[in-house]
């Protein structure tokens, strides 16, 4: 017995019925519509760290021999009265803000909670990502950059913390304000820092500096007037004999000498 054929198979004789089979489908012809346009990046990188690009030549006054070219920004350090330091220009002060947000490395509620070793790590990114024309600046670098950290977090703070209490009608209890968190703060986080601004001892501290800044407006003024604190590191020196840690610096040019309060 002869096998038979698959089912989809068809045996052709006769050469003029083969031609009536062929495939009368047109070719198909080339799209002539131009491809969709590749998606739109981000306009602004996100912040990243710096990295020393030459730790011989970039610290405390910044002023070490180096035969590579110094790469970073210019920027000048202010003395004023009612700001006694700040920088310019102003794009200056809205990097530290957004590199203190970036970094938040758990919640803080409040300025002197910020971990002491991310803010040494901070300054550590900010000489290297900036650079200043005198070696008076860059001896007052770290000092001004302390005071205007703490300044911008504290605005910052303040000005969500009034738009959430906005946005539940006025209501002054943070418990309220946790769905109203910024964006630039971890849920999570901003959740925590609400529950300790609900704190009786947390209310009660910050009546209190309220009162304090109400009474003696000039307390929100540096200690240190208008001696710089490349001056005030000298004569320390000279008093204690020998080198001055920078805790002690900044105790010395920030601490008021009738209450022993921190001023920033």
């Given at each position: 017995m002869t096998p038979s054929l698959p089912p989809a198979t068809t045996l052709i004789s006769d050469p003029t019925m083969a031609s009536s089979l062929a495939p009368t489908t047109a070719p198909i012809q080339p799209s002539t519509t131009a491809p969709p346009p590749p998606p739109m990046t981000a306009p602004f990188p996100p912040i990243v760290m710096a990295s020393p690009q030459n730790p011989s030549s970039i610290g405390h006054s910044g002023f070490g021999q180096s035969s590579e070219p110094d790469t970073r920004c210019l920027i000048t350090l202010l003395h004023t009265g009612s700001y006694p330091m700040k920088f310019e220009p102003p794009e200056v002060t809205r990097w530290i803000t957004k590199s203190l947000l970036h970094q938040l490395p758990r919640p803080v509620a409040q300025w002197t909670d910020y971990p002491r070793d991310v803010l040494d790590s901070l300054i550590q990114s900010f000489l290297c990502t900036y650079r200043f024309a005198t070696v008076n600046q860059e001896e007052d670098v770290r000092i001004a950059w302390e005071k205007v950290a703490g300044r911008c977090f504290y605005d910052y703070l303040t000005k969500k913390k009034e738009l959430a209490k906005r946005a539940v009608g006025g209501v002054?209890?943070?418990?309220?304000w946790k769905v109203h968190g910024p964006p630039a703060i971890r849920k999570d986080y901003w959740d925590?820092?609400?529950?300790?601004?609900?704190?009786?001892?947390?209310?009660?501290?910050?009546?209190?500096?309220?009162?304090?800044?109400?009474?003696?407006?000039e307390a929100s003024l540096h200690t240190s007037g208008s001696i710089t604190f490349g001056?005030?590191?000298?004569?320390?020196?000279?008093?204690?004999?020998?080198?001055?840690?920078?805790?002690?610096?900044?105790?010395?040019?920030?601490?008021?000498?009738?209450?022993?309060?921190?001023?920033?």
């Open positions: 002054a209890d943070p418990l309220q925590a820092m609400c529950n300790q601004w609900a704190t009786q001892e947390y209310q009660a501290h910050s009546a209190i500096a309220t009162q304090n800044r109400a009474k003696m407006p001056c005030h590191n000298k004569r320390m020196e000279e008093e204690t004999g020998g080198p001055v840690a920078y805790t002690e610096l900044f105790h010395r040019t920030h601490k008021r000498k009738e209450s022993g309060e921190i001023v920033l």
